[in-house]
Each structure stands twice: as structure tokens, then as C-alpha cells.
């Protein structure tokens, strides 16, 4: 799946814009992938897995496209 970097967190979080969806997922910088937290900004594109969690779906594997 690909989409947007909608908003990024002090703590290490953010949420995507998923392209063709409505709701927004969440991401941990754990479930990055050939890029630092610190490097990611808003509006970048990226390219993701989308997972269930205990706390809902999120995103997994997320690289910078």
C-alpha cells in the first residue's frame, strides 16, 4: 500500500494518509525501514504493509518512496 505522512509525534508515532482510504493508520518508528524517525517528514510519500493490531490496524515495513 502507499500513501502520505499525515502527522508525526514527539514519541515516536505518527499516522498515514492511505491513499484511496478515508481513515488514517497509525505507525510506530519501530515498522520503519531504510529511514530514521528523525528523518521522516510531513507529506512524505511512503510505501507500507497494512496490519491488525490488539489496538486496531496498523502499519508495518514502511519505507520512503
Same mark, same amino acid.
Given at each position: 500500500?502507499? %500513501?502520505?505522512? $499525515?502527522?508525526?509525534?514527539?514519541?515516536?508515532? %505518527?499516522?498515514?494518509a492511505v491513499d %484511496?482510504?478515508?481513515?488514517?493508520?497509525?505507525?510506530?518508528?519501530?515498522?520503519?525501514?531504510?529511514?530514521?524517525?528523525?528523518?521522516?517528514?510531513? %507529506?512524505?510519500?511512503?510505501?507500507?504493509? $497494512?496490519?491488525?493490531?490488539?489496538? /486496531?490496524?496498523?502499519?508495518? /515495513?514502511?519505507?520512503?518512496?
Amino acid at each position: 500500500m502507499e %500513501g502520505t505522512i $499525515k502527522n508525526l509525534t514527539d514519541r515516536g508515532f %505518527g499516522f498515514i494518509a492511505v491513499d %484511496g482510504e478515508q481513515k488514517d493508520l497509525f505507525f510506530h518508528s519501530n515498522e520503519l525501514s531504510g529511514v530514521k524517525f528523525e528523518e521522516l517528514k510531513v %507529506g512524505d510519500k511512503v510505501s507500507f504493509e $497494512k496490519s491488525d493490531s490488539p489496538k /486496531g490496524p496498523n502499519a508495518t /515495513g514502511i519505507t520512503r518512496i
